[in-house]
T-cell receptor, first 117, second 113 residues
Framework: DTAVSQTPKYLVTQMGNDKSIKCEQN?????MYWYKQDSKKFLKIMFS???????INETVPNRFSPKSPDKAHLNLHINSLELGDSAVYFCASSQDPHMASLLYEQYFGPGTRLTVT | GQNIDQPTEMTATEGAIVQINCTYQ??????LFWYQQHAGEAPTFLSY????GLEEKGRFSSFLSRSKGYSYLLLKELQMKDSASYLCAVRPDYGGATNKLIFGTGTLLAVQP
């Protein structure tokens, strides 16, 4: 009955490889997010999708490509991995934020620890 | 630009009260969130403030002053399990268009016996 799940939990790979991280939520939410948490524990938004439509795209290298096959899934594909991509990647979801000032708390997945060697 | 500041680390004693401060300067303001993150785990939601004042939830309370760009999280009757990072986050986009959150660097709280 996990709310937001991610696979894999750990990913160790070499520079130059291409890898994907999958995320699924069973909360019935319309909006999903990808965050990157670096070694200093700084959590930064990367992307957000609402009903399969991209609504947030922060300054992220175009080696990172999110894909949302349906509103319950948001996958992250990374091409040509670099050492600096090593981090923990968190997926999150929330209700559709169509009303200002309401809570719309984000529920986070367990994270994927990516290590690039 | 977007800037959210918190102390990096704090130490407190079991049973005591601790206040974790957060100051922010963002392009807009549509709510401030506090999240708790234990080592190696996901952030979990603690509290939300959008209007000035104090919100209380059990042992945890959060305060907001929008005019000062300031919030604090107050933890009472500290327990060892409260040892974690506490993340302050601001939602800058009014109108709810994106629900984007800008996080501070987090405050690592160590509770000692």
């Amino acid at each position: 009955d996990t709310a937001v799940s991610q696979t894999p939990k750990y990913l160790v790979t070499q520079m130059g490889n291409d890898k994907s991280i999958k995320c699924e939520q069973n909360l019935g939410h319309d909006t999903m997010y990808w965050y990157k948490q670096d070694s200093k524990k700084f959590l930064k938004i990367m992307f957000s999708y609402n009903n399969k439509e991209l609504i947030i795209n922060e300054t992220v290298p175009n080696r990172f490509s999110p894909k949302s096959p349906d509103k319950a899934h948001l996958n992250l594909h990374i091409n040509s991995l670099e050492l600096g991509d090593s981090a923990v990647y968190f997926c999150a979801s929330s209700q559709d934020p169509h009303m200002a000032s309401l809570l719309y708390e984000q529920y986070f997945g367990p994270g994927t620890r990516l290590t690039v060697t | 630009g977007q800037n959210i500041d918190q102390p990096t680390e704090m130490t407190a004693t079991e049973g005591a009260i601790v206040q974790i401060n957060c100051t922010y300067q963002t392009s807009g303001f549509n709510g401030l969130f506090w999240y708790q993150q234990h080592a190696g785990e996901a952030p979990t939601f603690l509290s939300y403030n959008v209007l000035d004042g104090l919100e209380e939830k059990g042992r945890f309370s959060s305060f907001l002053s929008r005019s000062k760009g300031y919030s604090y999280l107050l933890l009472k009757e500290l327990q060892m399990k409260d040892s974690a990072s506490y993340l302050c986050a601001v939602r800058p986009d009014y109108g709810g268009a994106t629900n984007k959150l800008i996080f501070g660097t987090g405050t690592l709280l160590a509770v000692q016996p």
